[in-house]
């Protein structure tokens, strides 16, 4: 089984006036219990959820790679499919090919999906 990151926007980066069904605790909240079925699966999980900023975020994911070894990334929907963080989602995606040749890459599109996501390639 391999090792896998799950790569995703904190709920802190979020605006949340686009979403006005949903509010920064209502996020934690799921992130956590999907978090925590990843656990009870028996799933390698490293969770590393980044802010928007392209920079700092491609940081982030650096020092979560650096002298580890993952066979499979979930990046998550916030991530991938607002068009404001497009280039973090390209610079995200650039970083882990070259960081980690091979890797298999798999999507969301809930924190609640993200287990299903990571069952397609494990």
């Known amino acids: 089984m391999p090792r ?7 709920p802190s980066a979020i605006d949340f006036t ?11 909240e799921r992130i956590a219990q999907g978090e925590a079925a990843l656990r009870a699966a028996g799933l390698d999980t490293v969770s590393c ?24 990334v979930m990046i998550g929907a916030g991530v991938r499919m607002a068009p404001e963080h497009t280039i973090l989602f390209e610079r995200l995606t650039n970083v882990l090919v070259t960081m980690t040749p091979g890797i298999r890459f798999c999507f969301n599109t809930s924190p609640e999906t993200t287990i299903d996501a990571i069952r397609r390639w494990t």
């Open 4 to 10: 896998i990151l799950t790569i995703g926007l904190h």
């Open 49 to 72: 959820l980044v802010g928007a900023d392209p920079d700092e975020a491609e940081k982030t994911v650096r020092e979560a790679l650096d002298g580890d070894s993952f066979g499979v």
């Open 18 to 28: 686009k979403y006005p069904h949903l509010d920064e605790q209502t996020l934690t």
